[in-house]
């Protein structure tokens, strides 16, 4: 439910904010009156395009998802996977630029990057990806125990692997039971022995945060922008038409054309014949109406007529000679 926002000045002197595209900024506002009182909306470029750009055709989600990038990469917001595994996103500063009198509790997930403490609407509370992550900060063993424990400690070294094996006695499980059960120290000097770091890299707990979601959605079906699409799309071809006009024709021009074009494309005529009826009609212009036979034209052209099966010649038009007499001498 779209809902009526503040839009504070320093917005248009926001660095962040200037380093995006004009359709970006606009999408950014735009977001401002469809995310709920937490700031929070679905992360899908054709749910924003169709109630942010309704009457803008040729502002397809292919562009939108450009939008939703640019703003994700500046910070502005941040595009996330909730805990029931669809695409969300929010905007970043919404607490510290939108009051809201009695916000509504929020149906959708929270950012467990930004807002864990924030309450999630499938868990009604905290959310249980945030507490399980606080959970595994405060029980994930240390990757070095003996450091942990003894940070002066120096490593056990200069003895060949043999000896070393031999000094703390974990070639035998008879050593090994004796040493668990008597000297817990001597246990901790034996993990020490290999010099060979782990080829598994150990992820630490203070890695920063980036923006954006953490995990990958390879099944997921909503455009996202991760591949650029094969196929010619109405609005690709739109494009094409405004770069070719000297001034941006009126919206209802555009917008006719678009949902003509979608049609076309839908009717699996080719594009290269789509193109052409679309340069016929940037030479004469008129009624978008006319697309559709220019397309026709440009499919159904006709071909030069073929010589005659008896004369061998191609047939010519008959026309009044320049000089009757002449032309009919033998006959007058």
């Known amino acids: 439910m779209a809902r009526i926002r503040t839009v504070k000045p320093d917005l248009f002197v926001n660095e962040r904010v200037a380093a995006c595209s004009v359709t970006a900024v606009v999408t950014y506002i735009g977001l401002f009156t469809q995310a709920d009182d937490h700031g ?10 169709g109630v942010l750009w309704p009457l803008r055709a040729e502002h397809s989600p292919i562009h939108v998802e450009e939008d939703l990038q640019q703003l994700a990469d500046t910070g502005l917001i941040c595009r996330y996977t909730g805990c029931d595994g669809k695409r969300y996103l929010h905007i970043t500063g919404w607490y510290e630029h939108q009051k809201i009198d009695r916000p509504s509790q929020s ?3 929270a950012c467990v990057g930004h807002h864990s403490d924030k309450r999630c609407g499938p868990c009604k509370g905290i959310c249980a990806e945030a507490d399980a992550k606080a959970r595994g900060l405060l029980v994930e063993p240390s990757p070095n125990v003996r450091r942990a424990l003894d940070p002066g400690a120096a490593p056990l070294s200069g003895l060949p692997d043999d000896r070393t094996t031999a000094a703390t006695g974990a070639g035998t499980p008879q050593a090994a ?13 034996g993990q020490s022995r290999f010099d060979e770091d782990s080829p598994n890299t150990h992820r630490g707990l ?6 954006g979601s953490r995990i990958l959605d390879p099944g997921s079906s909503s455009p996202t922008g991760r591949t650029a699409p094969d196929a010619t799309t109405a609005g690709n071809l739109l494009a094409e038409y405004v770069g070719s006009c000297g001034q941006r024709p009126p919206s209802d021009v555009l917008g006719h054309l678009g949902r003509l074009l979608k049609k076309l494309l839908a009717e699996g005529i ?7 009826g679309l340069a016929r009609y940037t030479e004469i212009q008129g009624h978008p109406s006319r697309l559709p036979s220019l397309v026709n034209d440009a499919m159904n052209a006709r071909v030069p007529a073929q010589a005659g099966p008896r004369t061998g010649t191609a ?9 009757a007499a ?7």
């Open 206 to 211: 203070g890695e920063a945060s980036t923006s």
């Open 315 to 323: 047939h010519r038009a008959w026309t009044n000679p320049v000089d």
């Open 177 to 189: 039971d004796t040493e668990e059960s008597s000297s817990p120290s001597r246990e901790l000097t």
């Open 40 to 49: 929070r909306h679905r992360d899908n470029p054709a749910i924003i395009a």
């Open 107 to 109: 149906r959708l997930p």
């Open 270 to 276: 080719d594009v290269d014949h789509i193109r052409a």
């Open 326 to 332: 002449s032309a009919y001498a033998e006959e007058l």
